[in-house]
Nanobody
Framework: QLQLVESGGGLVQPGGSLRLSCAAS????????MGWYRQAPGKQREWVAH???????NYADSVKGRFTISRDNAKNTAYLQMNSLKPEDTAVYYC?????????WGQGTQVTVSS
């Protein structure tokens, strides 16, 4: 089993920055990628970014150029650096670990962008 714990969310003004962390504990065997998703009130959960074990990254068009996903393998932690935040980035952000047998989700962390 794998447990994921997100942190780093909060309230930030438009144009500000936040860095989310996703710490993984337990067995990481078979995990080939880490990703971030978000869900705004009244909307479906949407993909934000992911990073493969080999370092390849992909981003949703809505965050490209503003968000950066990274990982520290020694710490079993993935990060999402969010810059130039907009009110429409407000959502609960979830970390996901993609495995060969199953996927795992964290509990989510709230990000609110408001003046």
């Amino acid at each position: 089993q794998l447990q994921l714990v997100e942190s780093g969310g909060g309230l930030v003004q438009p144009g500000g920055s936040l860095r989310l962390s996703c710490a993984a504990s337990g067995s990481i065997f078979g995990i080939y990628a880490m990703g971030w998703y978000r869900q705004a009130p009244g909307k479906q959960r949407e993909w934000v970014a992911h990073i493969h074990n080999v370092g390849t990254t992909n981003y949703a068009d809505s965050v490209k150029g503003r968000f950066t996903i990274s990982r520290d393998n020694a710490k079993n932690t993935a990060y999402l650096q969010m810059n130039s935040l907009k009110p429409e980035d407000t959502a609960v952000y979830y970390c996901k670990a993609m495995g060969t047998r199953q996927d795992y989700w964290g509990q989510g962390t709230q990000v609110t962008v408001s003046s």
